[in-house]
């Protein structure tokens, strides 16, 4: 399996998870932007990115 295919994976499983909940709107926009960063930026984008979108989730509901 391809690295990449295992973090789109990823990402879509994550934003199925979320859904549309209004709370999650600037995690969601911040995996959009990772997985368009895996096709046109870099692994650093992707990776601010993801670390990002991990940040919102974890401040919108902390486990």
Same mark, same amino acid.
């Given at each position: 399996?391809? %690295? *990449? &295919?295992?973090?789109?994976?990823?990402? #879509?499983? !994550?934003?199925?998870?979320? +859904?549309?909940?209004?709370?999650? %709107? *600037? &995690?969601?926009?911040?995996?959009?932007? #990772?997985? !368009?960063?895996?096709?046109? +930026?870099?692994?650093?984008?992707?990776?601010?990115?993801?670390?990002?979108?991990?940040?919102?989730?974890?401040?919108?509901?902390?486990?």
């Amino acid at each position: 399996m391809h %690295a *990449t &295919a295992g973090i789109e994976d990823a990402i #879509a499983e !994550t934003l199925d998870t979320i +859904g549309d909940d209004p709370d999650y %709107a *600037t &995690a969601r926009a911040a995996l959009t932007e #990772a997985s !368009t960063a895996l096709v046109t +930026g870099t692994t650093a984008e992707v990776q601010w990115y993801l670390e990002r979108a991990l940040h919102l989730i974890d401040e919108t509901c902390p486990i």
